[in-house]
């Protein structure tokens, strides 16, 4: 196969299973397209590209907007082919939706160390606190270990079980908390869109809560002892995991403080308002509105309220013009009021080395 000027086409449907592929992406993928029909477009993508496919995928079928991306397709052999894709939605307006993708074959002359991580969770996650070098990056992939789908209410991780990996969340809502014999739970810790749960190179235990998923999601995992290595042997990944662990430690402060002394609708106010600055800063708003399909035993849970409570809460904001909710999605009708009704000050949700 050469691989100059090599493009390809297939149509999958609106959950990523092949519906038809040409001769171009048949021998990209080096199947014939009978083989090909029915895989899951994922299931031919490198594991630690699959996540960041996952994201744009699921927001080209909710916004609609077609994306770029460069990764790998793992041929039979187990051959690693670069390749970049144009996706976008079928407009035929019938039925359910579809996707096509032309596919362009990089080739041999293109080199992973020419292209900056588009895909690693981990990567993304930590890139947040500052840049990192290619060797980092590289450093940061070889600790990748799976990705994996969850639903609203089951436990991701739990600290009895085996902690060897450490979980960034890729999309969804997911939150720490911590069990009573009871059956009660308080979540400690909310964890939203590209978020890596906390964690410390020197007590590679984890925090001894329970993750729980509080929306639909998908979470990938890495190995705590190969990040642990990472981080000793680069400087700059010892820093950023610091900065990330510094800033969960600022929120359970303010959450802390927020159980103690204010209202009920004070809390829920206040975490409105820190959920949408942590979406705003990640370009995951759309204005003031924002998807949180958070259920009220969950956020009764984070709130330390009961049901009763939270759906009061919720209800005098509505009636008092702060904000509308509707199936799963927030918009803040009066941003100011709602930040001056929470006394909410984002500050603490920035976290330097020099703070």
Not at 180 to 195: C, V
Request: hydrophobic share 40%; net charge neutral.
């Amino acid at each position: 196969m050469s691989d100059i000027a090599v493009f390809g086409h297939s149509l999958a449907d609106q959950n990523g299973h092949l519906l038809s592929v040409d001769q171009g992406f048949s021998e990209i993928l080096g199947l014939t397209p009978a083989a090909l029909a029915g895989k899951h477009i994922l299931d031919v993508t490198h594991d630690a590209d699959r996540a960041g496919n996952e994201i744009q995928l699921r927001r080209l079928l909710t916004e609609g907007t077609p994306f770029t991306i460069r990764k790998r397709y793992v041929r039979p052999d187990g051959s690693l082919v670069w390749v970049e894709n144009h996706v976008s939605l079928f407009p035929d307006g019938m039925g359910p939706q579809r996707l096509v993708a032309l596919t362009r074959l990089l080739g041999q002359a293109f080199k992973e160390a020419d292209h900056p991580d588009q895909a690693n969770p981990l990567v993304t996650a930590l890139r947040r606190w500052g840049p990192l070098t290619l060797e980092e990056e590289s450093a940061l992939r070889s600790t990748f270990l799976r990705t994996r789908s969850y639903e609203v209410g089951e436990e991701i991780s739990r600290p009895d079980q085996d902690r060897t990996a450490i979980c960034v969340v890729v999309d969804g809502y997911a939150g720490q908390a911590q069990l009573f014999a009871s059956g009660a739970r308080q979540f400690a810790s909310l964890l939203l869109y590209g978020d890596l749960e906390p964690f410390s190179v020197s007590d590679e235990r984890g925090t001894g809560h329970s993750l729980f998923g509080l929306t639909k999601g998908h979470a990938a995992f890495a190995s705590r002892t190969m990040l642990a290595q990472a981080a000793a042997t680069f400087p700059n990944i010892m820093r950023s995991l610091w900065l990330n662990a510094a800033a969960d430690a600022a929120r359970l402060r303010v959450w802390t403080s927020q159980l103690g002394r204010r209202s009920a609708i004070e809390r829920t106010a206040h975490l409105i308002c820190e959920v949408f600055h942590r979406l705003e800063t990640r370009n995951l708003t759309n204005g003031h509105e924002f998807s949180f399909p958070v259920n009220q035993d969950a956020l009764g849970d984070m709130l330390g309220l009961s049901t009763v409570h939270v759906n009061r809460s919720l209800t005098a904001l509505k009636k008092a013009n702060y904000i509308s909710w509707y199936r799963g999605r927030v918009h803040i009708d009066n941003l100011a009021g709602l930040t001056s009704l929470a006394e909410f000050d984002p500050s603490y949700l920035t976290v330097s080395l020099n703070a």
